[in-house]
T-cell receptor
Framework: DAGITQSPRHKVTETGTPVTLRCHQTENHRYMYWYRQDPGHGLRLIHYSYGVKDTDKGEVSDGYSVSRSKTEDFLLTLESATSSQTSVYFC??????????FGPGTRLTVL | DAKTTQPTSMDCAEGRAANLPCNHSTISGNEYVYWYRQIHSQGPQYIIHGLKNNETNEMASLIITEDRKSSTLILPHATLRDTAVYYCIVRAPAGGTSYGKLTFGQGTILTVHP
């Protein structure tokens, strides 16, 4: 792996509350990504970052925002959580050879 | 990025080679073939990638046809721990306007049985 940790690993929250997920990497990789994984949909890209303070949207970005104030941390925020955002969230970084390394995932349940 | 086609599921006996095919007939000249796998409830794991030459690492071998329209991932001696969903992905390298996005399809469910 690329020294990727995600926190929290599990979270249960209520509809309408803000939630922030953290991804931390130790390999100084430039690119970082947030995906969500749901049954029947596979992994879908939410947002990505190509450097500090440089981020852009993926295919399912509505309701999510991200921030990257330093190379090692990439935060995903659900501004007002909804039940449709119940999912498993994976962070990833891009290695030198173009391979992506994934974190262990965060299981989020929105009640 | 080029679309890929993989069988939905495959079985393999423990200790035998597992050969997982992937079709990518619309692949472009600068697109690489990547293989990942996902063991239940874990994050996807990178296995191997290649452009046009066959590749081998400690996990697997990748055979790409000469016309690059298909490839085969080979796990030489499958174990029960290789039971997972295997994804074949084609994409251009990251850099410039490309950000290395991976588009995951449904993959192949490989079941290794005793």
């Amino acid at each position: 792996d690329a020294g990727i940790t995600q926190s929290p690993r599990h979270k249960v929250t209520e509809t309408g509350t803000p939630v922030t997920l953290r991804c931390h990497q130790t390999e100084n990789h430039r690119y970082m990504y947030w995906y969500r994984q749901d049954p029947g949909h596979g992994l879908r890209l939410i947002h990505y970052s190509y450097g500090v303070k440089d981020t852009d949207k993926g295919e399912v970005s509505d309701g999510y925002s991200v921030s990257r104030s330093k190379t090692e941390d990439f935060l995903l925020t659900l501004e007002s959580a909804t039940s449709s955002q119940t999912s498993v969230y994976f962070c990833a970084t891009l290695g030198q050879g173009g391979e992506q390394f994934f974190g262990p995932g965060t299981r989020l349940t929105v009640l | 990025d080029a679309k890929t086609t993989q069988p939905t599921s495959m079985d393999c006996a423990e200790g035998r080679a597992a050969n997982l095919p992937c079709n990518h007939s619309t692949i472009s000249g600068n697109e690489y073939v990547y293989w990942y796998r996902q063991i239940h409830s874990q994050g996807p794991q990178y296995i191997i990638h290649g452009l046009k030459n066959n590749e081998t690492n400690e996990m697997a071998s990748l055979i790409i046809t000469e016309d690059r329209k298909s490839s085969t991932l080979i796990l030489p001696h499958a174990t029960l721990r290789d039971t997972a969903v295997y994804y074949c992905i084609v994409r251009a390298p990251a850099g410039g306007t490309s950000y290395g996005k991976l588009t995951f399809g449904q993959g192949t469910i490989l079941t290794v049985h005793p």
